[in-house]
Structures are given as structure tokens and as C-alpha cells.
Nanobody, 122 residues
């Protein structure tokens, strides 16, 4: 059973940076596209960024373009989300997930991590 485990969340001041990691178990990590989503209190979960299985393609939600960078290291079975210039509105639980298709639709992501809390203070 493949598992995804996020880490790297925490409390940071506005304007600061964090790097989230998502480590995957199993041998099939490099066969799947990976995505990051987030859910703020009282809001629905939303797409943040995704990266293709080989790392050549990336795609971002408009609200993080220029501030967040998604990357992956298939040798380490890990996907990252570098978050810069954080704002209070970025406060949320961040989840990584895997997909077989190139999409931002949550329903296409079949395995999810447990999430990591990111809190940005003003």
C-alpha cells in the first residue's frame, strides 16, 4: 500500500518561506503525477500546484504563481513545495496527492497524505 507523508509545515511570519516535503513509499512514485492541495478553515480544499511524473511539466493556481515552486526528486520518492513570500491567506492544511492523469481535479487523485499545517501570521 502506497503512503504519502507530508512534513515541513509550521508557523511563519508574513513574507517568510517554508518548504514542504511529501515522501512516498513504494516503487511506483516516478510513474505518477503529483499535486499539492490546501484547505483553509471553513473553506473547501483547493488545488495549489502539480508536477508531471518526470518533473518536466508544472502547473500552478493563479494565487501562488511566482511565489510557490513545485519540484520532485524521483530518486528520493519525494515531491516538494517551496513557498516564498507567504501571506496570511496561505494559512491552511497542505496535502500532497498522486494522480495517473494530468489534471487539477481532486477526484483524479487516488492517494492522499494526512496533511501538514501551515500558519502564516501577520
Amino acid at each position: 500500500q502506497v503512503q504519502l507523508v507530508e512534513s515541513g509545515g509550521g508557523l511563519v511570519q508574513a513574507g517568510g518561506s517554508l518548504r514542504l516535503s511529501c515522501a512516498a513509499s513504494g516503487r511506483t512514485f516516478s510513474s505518477y503525477h503529483m499535486g499539492w492541495f490546501r484547505q483553509a478553515p471553513g473553506k473547501e480544499r483547493e488545488f495549489v500546484a502539480r508536477i508531471s511524473f518526470g518533473g518536466a511539466r508544472t502547473y500552478y493556481a493563479d494565487f501562488v504563481k511566482g511565489r510557490f515552486t513545485i519540484s520532485r526528486d524521483n530518486a528520493k520518492n519525494t515531491v516538494y513545495l517551496q513557498m516564498n513570500t507567504l501571506i496570511p491567506e496561505d494559512t491552511a492544511v497542505y496535502y500532497c496527492a498522486r494522480a495517473s492523469t494530468w489534471t487539477h481535479r481532486e477526484t483524479e487523485y487516488d492517494i492522499w497524505g494526512q496533511g501538514t499545517q501551515v500558519t502564516v501570521s501577520s
